[in-house]
């Protein structure tokens, strides 16, 4: 009964080539996130959605890039994917209104880079 | 800007032993708090919010306004409490979804 899903868990790329990591939520949350997580480290937001307006992080490199096509999914594409953003990346989800602002993560997806 | 930090990085106590994990936070408007854990192997996950002034797993955390501060307290530690704790900001309110976390402490509960 996962309500946040990423796809795959694991993924490996090689140096460069452009890779796309999934996100699908059952929540129905008009709060959408991408978060970079390295070893050790909090998680690092990369930008953000409510409903289809996105909201990047000043300081996320334009080799990160998203979309969302519709309320359920939402997708994290690295355009040349180099040594260092070999990471976790976290996909969650939140209600932006009311008293459950909770947000719900997935499993994440462990990228490598080869 | 809001930011949210965490001074340990690694805590360390007994079982049966109080612990405290400290969080304070900066922010210009009314914030929401949070803590997040994260056990080993598995995804991030709730484990309470100011709002709801609840214990859970006899965890409690109370919002100091005047201290912009947010400690995570539990007055006898257990073993399976050894986790990674984030404590975590949001906007209350306004457009501003973001949600920003501290670098977290992880807790260790030796027996």
């Known amino acids: 009964d996962a309500m946040v899903i990423q796809n795959p868990r694991y993924q490996v790329t090689q140096f460069g080539k452009p890779v796309t990591l999934s996100c699908s939520q059952t929540l129905n949350h008009n709060v959408m996130y991408w978060y970079q997580q390295k070893s050790s480290q909090a998680p690092k937001l990369l930008f953000h959605y409510y409903d289809k307006d996105f909201n990047n992080e000043a300081d996320t490199p334009d080799n990160f890039q998203s979309r969302r096509p519709n309320t359920s999914f939402c997708f994290l594409d690295i355009r040349s994917p180099g040594l260092g953003d070999a990471a976790m990346y976290l996909c969650a989800t939140s209600r932006a209104t009311g008293m459950n602002t909770e947000a719900f993560f997935g499993q994440g997806t462990r990228l490598t880079v080869v | 800007a809001q930011r949210v930090t965490q001074p340990e990085k690694l805590l360390s106590v007994f079982k049966g032993a109080p612990v405290e994990l400290k969080c304070n936070y900066s922010?210009?408007?009314?914030?929401?708090l949070f803590w997040y854990v994260q056990y080993s192997r598995q995804r991030l996950q709730l484990l309470l919010r100011?709002?709801s002034r609840e214990s859970i797993k006899g965890f409690t955390a109370d919002l100091n306004k005047g201290e912009t501060s947010f400690h995570l307290k539990k007055p006898f530690a257990q073993e399976e409490d050894s986790a990674m704790y984030y404590c975590?900001?949001?906007?209350?309110?306004?457009?501003?979804?973001?949600?920003?976390f501290g670098k977290g402490t992880l807790l260790t509960v030796n027996p």
């Open positions: 975590a900001l949001t906007p209350r309110g306004g457009s501003n979804y973001k949600l920003t």
């Open positions: 922010y210009s408007g009314s914030p929401e």
């Open positions: 100011h709002i």
